[in-house]
C-alpha cells in the first residue's frame, strides 16, 4: 500500500513540474498589444518620413548648387592656365526640369569647341531654374544644342564664357549674374521657394560667391 501511494505522488509531483515547466516559458503577446505596436510605429513613421525627405532635399541643394560652384572655379582655373577661353554651358537634359546638367567647354586649333573634360549631373531632385520670373541669369544667356558626339546629343544648353584674364561674357552686371539651384518642383514657379542656393559669378575675376538661406 504504502508502495503504491508511492507511486502515485511521484507520479503527481512529475505531473506538476513539467506544467509548471511548460508555464514557465516566455508569454505570447496578445492580438491587442500586437495592433498597438503596429499604430505606434506607424504614428511614428508618418512624422519621420516628411523631416528625413526635408533633409535629404536640403543635402540635394548643397550637392548641386557646389556643383555649379566648383564648375565656375574651374572654368576660370583651365583659362588661366591654358590661356584660352572656357565655355560654361548649363544642359537641359531630357526628363529633366530647368537645366540639371553643367559641363566645361574650350576652344580648339580649328576654331571650335571641345569638352574640357565629362558632364556633371546634379541630383535628381534639384535643377538650376529656367524660368525667367525666377531671379538668375539664364534668360539672358546664349543658347545652343550640344553636338550629336556629346554625352547629351541634341540637349539645349545656355551658356558663360570665362576668359584668360577671369572676365565673364556677355557683361552682365554682378547684381544679374547668379544662378538658381532649386527643388526640381519648384522650377517653373515665378518666385524663389523657401529652401535655395544661389551661385553668383563676379563679372569681372570669375570668382564665384554661394548663398544659402
Known sequence: MESGEMILERSTWKNFTVGRLARSGPPGFSLVELLVVVAIVGILAALTVPAMSSMMQSSDLTRGGQVVADQVNLARQTASAQNTVVELRFIQLPNRAGYSAVQL??????????????????????????????????ASLPTGTMPASSTAANASYAAVQIRPSGQV?????????FFSVVPAVFANDSQLPPNYFLVQINPLTGVPLVYRP
Do not use: E
Open 169 to 177: 561674357t556677355p557683361v552682365l552686371a554682378m547684381s544679374n549674374l
Open 105 to 138: 567647354w574650350r576652344s580648339d586649333s580649328a576654331g571650335g569647341m571641345k569638352p574640357v573634360r565629362g558632364m556633371f549631373t546634379l541630383p535628381q531632385s534639384v535643377t538650376i531654374a529656367a524660368n525667367p520670373p525666377l531671379p538668375g541669369v539664364m
